[in-house]
């Protein structure tokens, strides 16, 4: 029974955690056996046979050193050592990495094994945080040094943020070193926005697929709701917007802008946000926390009129897909992967921090019934159903093996 070991900062917790698992499971159904390594923070049961690289002190001592040191992934020596102990044991035949900042993996040490092991490897990039001297985004700053060499960088207190040190330079130089050094490896991205930086970045070497998010689409379906009911906003457009870590990168202040703007016929809401990103917005912007899980999200995602996504930087856009499998259409800024998802039936692409056209992409959408929008979407929607990711990555396995050999 060959052996897979997925890495990912999170254990069946958050958007990658969840991804992770999935993946897992469709291996294991497929004939592997499975082991995810994890960290210590970000974890939920899980059916998966989980290693836990670090404890949450040994995670605390490295954000410190990250934080001082402009040192990501340079921390958790100790632990990785003896991480790197257990896989001489399990001695895997593929390592599927994910994310590994987080604090609770040293890559350095990481790479080095895998190198001098010979172990293929298949690395989804879910950001550009392993082609960068330090960010995970570059697009808000129009930052090019990526693509030669990372050094002052403009992005120092964007995650994962330092205080003290700028050692981009160093930083860079030491990922391409690793990040190049395997003989066999395959990289994945979400969106073809990412593959065109990976291509561009010093990756390049390495073939890269596209593997989309996946949704569990038999969940994120139209689904009978009383969200407006609940509110009192019958008769009105409800615009949406799912917005977990709120803040001006993912839109905060156009949020706030376009609230300031819309006829009383509008009312936007904003899900997934803190109790103190809650009672930091204004009144005329209804703040919703978190909800009980997909099939609650699924009902204010079939309430709304139309889903909204103003992030200034997006790899995928998994929001915008799960919206469009409940019948709803999206607008989006045309920036970075967000585009890639809409089609003139599904919803509009405005140009970024443009708050008129955004009014009149508004106008538009709503002025037309919203069934005339809900087959196109669900067909765009189901596209992503998350089977078909796990068996694309289950293909690139058996590819990456058979190159192996």
Known sequence: MPRLLLINVALNWGSTGKIVEGIGK???????????AH??????????????????????VHYLESSLFD???????????????????????????H??????INYPRLFTYLRDHNIPVVWTLHDCWSMTGHCSHFMRTDCHKWKTICHHCPQKKTFPATYLFDCSK?????????????????????????????????????PVTVVPNGIKSEVFTPTASDIKEQYGLQGKNLLLAVAIGLDERKGLYDYIKLAERLPEQYQLMLVGLTEEEKKALPKIIIGVKRTNGAKELAAYYSAADVLLSLSYEE???LTIVEAMACGTPAIVYDNTAQPELITPET???????????????????????????TEACRNRAVQYDEALSYQKYLDIYQSVIKNKQ
């Open 39 to 60: 960290g210590a923070r970000y974890q939920n049961p899980s059916s998966l046979q989980g290693i836990q690289v670090t404890s949450k002190a040994g995670e605390w």
């Open 347 to 373: 919803g509009r692409v405005v140009p970024t921090g443009d708050i008129d056209a955004l009014e009149r992409a508004i106008s538009d959408v709503c002025g037309k019934d919203k069934a005339s929008y």
């Open 99 to 104: 994310n590994l900042h987080g604090c609770y």
């Open 170 to 206: 160093r930083n860079y130089t030491l990922k391409k070193s690793l990040f190049t050094s395997i003989s066999v490896m395959h990289i994945t991205t979400v969106s073809n926005w990412l593959k065109g930086i990976a291509e561009t970045s010093y990756l390049n070497k390495y």
């Open 315 to 317: 790899t995928f856009g």
């Open 71 to 97: 040192a990501q992934g340079l921390g958790s020596r100790c632990s990785t050592k003896r991480f790197l102990k257990k896989l001489d044991e399990i001695k895997p035949d593929l390592v599927h990495i």
């Open 26 to 36: 469709q291996a294991r159904s497929n004939g592997w056996e499975v082991f995810v």
